[in-house]
């Protein structure tokens, strides 16, 4: 009953115009990134966290959101049609997707890719509604010990599913650590690695380094190529898919809702992974499945499904422990923060509204998603033909707007043009952003748990063994640290690798 | 030796550089953590979680560079075979430019110049399209920001924008 009247009231903040009207803007521009190649939700979302600062923390938040679940549905499109996946979750996507499209079924792929879409973040959004708030309350209960273990797992997870060599994705999730941890400390007040500048005492931002190392770089690396665009010239028809369709794919449907769910909520995770295990599941259980890479429905509605179910229970460890477990929710806590909020167990009762707001526009939002990439397909498919060469000196101006407008200062434009660079050499010799940005966001947190539990336990390292959930998170982190080093792991999880800076 | 041949004990091995560059900068994490204060593991300092972070980022770029002598890695030019390495490089320099430039000429001197440079030296755009681009966006997204939301761009030394 509490729910039901807790979600009435976020119906109550969501349907608010200003908050219809923000909801719009994230989902579209999440649509927009989603479909078009080269610029991702994470360039997005930091591009326009200064915007949110216009408006109240719902409408803010509720834009930023809108981002990232709206590129979920965009980025099939691109995928489907023009087998270049248009962010990282769509990789799997274009296997079949594409073949689909090709034998003139581009509509029943596009349809069932939305619908599933639709139906999955549905289930992720009633899921989130009724585990955020009983989470939380088990929450209050962490201390700095627990907090700092969780910290440590989902980077250690993060590293664990990051491509290439485990090495190089702690070495990066260290520098991340580092760089987090420039500017005063903020237990004795004392400058760090600052040299002496004025500019480095509150730290290096975030928006600079991700949008160097995401925005820049991407661009960096893709006029390496000559981008060339398969784009599947057919009018496309059919979006509603047939009888047979909505019997092959119910049952992947269903299973990447569930699948994609539980990969969403854990540290480190995300729509990435869950995709990838969706197709890696459905093909298993396939009756048939040599149909996989030439057009199967199944290909597309499992991982589609995924990737939107993930989307929505990555909201979990946010809104209810503080900790984003992958670097778009390190984005949106971002925005939290320049609202003077911070997600946690408290979160809940003590801004209800701006929980059950977002949780209501999200549902809206899809909804909205639903209208956007059916009817409007055409439009999308048109925006797909704006050439590379035009489009990417538009995205390297708005990186250098966007940095600017967060800070009013031209440091931070020097910091994201040095991180850009930084970036596209990282990548260059396999060495992923990913681990970096989710550490700078968690370092900070972590060294002040870390002291805090010291200081608590006076010097006793057991009290993180001890108690039981930081028990527990450092033997599974330990387990993944250690997994690499066994052969038949190390198989598995260059199978399960992803790239997440896509 | 062909450039796509893993090489093990040779100083262009791309792996080993870039082993060496993390355990500098482990070094560099580590000394750094020193000069800052330990404290003690009762009342850890401000120079404690460094100092242990740059000896995880040490043994990383350990075992990075171990790997890459036995099992060695891709040389420094395979990693740039078969792409236009020129055009990031250029780009590179546009933005390199377009810092130093920023502060002295303003947001519009120096977004126009680096705007028409990308249209027409990466993937060259027709003059007819790449000159109206690299005017009317950097203008309208100036004109917004500073009409609309109200937010003061570099003007420069000349005081334009």
């Known amino acids: ?502 | 030796m062909n450039n796509d041949t893993p090489v093990k004990l040779r100083l262009n091995n791309s792996e080993l550089w870039g082993g060496l560059i993390g355990l500098a900068l482990g070094g560099f994490v580590i000394w750094s953590g020193l000069k800052l204060r330990l404290g003690t593991i009762n009342d850890p300092g401000s120079g404690y979680v460094l100092f242990y972070t740059g000896i995880l980022m040490c043994v990383f770029a350990g075992a990075i560079i171990v790997s890459a002598i036995t099992e060695g890695g891709p040389t420094l030019a395979s990693r740039w075979e078969n792409v236009r390495w020129s055009k990031p490089l250029l780009l590179i320099a546009c933005l390199t430019a377009f810092a130093f430039a920023l502060e002295p000429l303003g947001f519009l001197l120096s977004s126009i110049p680096l705007m028409l440079l990308l249209l027409r030296l990466i993937d060259p755009v027709r003059w007819t399209l790449a000159i109206p681009i690299a005017v009317l966006v950097p203008s309208g997204m100036w004109w917004v920001l500073k009409r609309l939301l109200l937010i003061q761009l570099p003007s420069g030394l000349f005081g334009i924008g």
Not at chain 1, 165 to 176: H, T
């Open chain 1, 1 to 502: 009953m509490d729910t039901l009247v807790n979600v009435a009231h976020g119906f109550g903040v969501a349907l608010l115009p200003i908050n219809l009207l923000y909801c719009f803007i994230g989902v579209f521009i999440g649509t927009l990134v989603g479909v078009l190649p080269g610029i991702g939700p994470i360039s997005a979302m930091s591009l326009l966290l200064p915007v949110t600062l216009s408006g109240t923390p719902e409408s803010g938040i509720i834009m930023m959101a809108g981002i990232y679940y709206g590129s979920m549905y965009g980025g099939s499109t691109t995928s489907i049609l023009v087998n270049i996946p248009g962010e990282a979750a769509s990789v799997v996507t274009c296997i079949d997707g594409h073949q689909m499209a090709k034998q003139g079924r581009a509509g029943p792929a596009l349809g069932i890719s939305a619908f599933g879409s639709f139906a999955a973040g549905t289930f992720a959004l009633v899921a989130l509604m009724l585990v955020a708030p009983k989470l939380a309350s088990v929450a209050i209960a962490f201390g700095p010990a627990e907090y700092f273990s969780l910290m440590v797992l989902g980077l250690v997870v993060l590293t664990f599913l990051t491509q290439g060599s485990m090495p190089k994705a702690l070495l990066m999730a260290c520098i991340g650590v580092v760089l987090g941890l420039v500017g005063l400390d903020s237990i004795t007040a004392q400058p760090r690695l600052t040299f002496g500048r004025m500019e480095l005492i509150d730290g290096i931002g975030l928006v600079p380094v991700v949008m160097g190392l995401f925005g820049v770089a991407e661009v960096l690396l893709n006029t390496e190529q000559a981008i060339k665009r398969d784009i599947i010239n057919t009018k496309i028809t059919h979006l509603l898919p047939s009888k047979e369709d909505w019997k092959a794919s119910a049952g992947p449907v269903g299973r990447g809702t569930i699948l994609g769910f539980f990969l969403g909520i854990l540290p480190g995770g995300g729509a990435v992974v869950a995709s990838f295990a969706s197709y890696a599941l459905e093909k298993r259980l396939s009756k048939t499945p040599e149909r996989f890479g030439h057009g199967a429905i199944e290909g597309v509605a499992g991982p589609e499904s995924a990737n939107n179910a993930a989307a929505g229970g990555a909201f979990i460890p946010l809104m209810t422990l503080g900790i984003p477990p992958n670097v778009v929710m390190a984005l949106l806590l971002g925005a939290f923060v320049i609202h003077g909020l911070q997600p946690g167990p408290l979160l809940i009762t003590q801004n209800p509204g701006l929980f059950w707001g977002i949780v209501a526009s999200m549902y809206i939002g899809n909804v909205m998603l639903l209208i956007l990439n059916l009817p409007m397909i055409g439009m999308w498919v048109q925006l797909l033909k704006l050439p590379y060469n035009i489009l990417f000196p538009l995205i390297i101006l708005f990186t250098i707007l966007g940095v600017y407008c967060s800070s009013n200062n031209v440091f931070d434009v020097y910091v994201m043009i040095a991180f850009g660079i930084i970036g596209y050499f990282m990548r260059k010799f396999g060495y992923e952003p990913a681990p970096l940005v989710l550490a700078f966001v968690l370092g900070p947190m972590m060294e002040n748990n870390l002291r805090k539990s010291l200081i608590l336990s006076q010097g006793d390292l057991w009290t993180f063994v001890q108690r039981p959930i930081s028990g527990v998170c450092l033997t599974l982190a330990l387990v993944l640290l250690i997994a690499p080093l066994l052969p038949s792991l190390r198989k598995k999880r260059e199978l399960v690798a992803l790239d997440e800076g896509a």
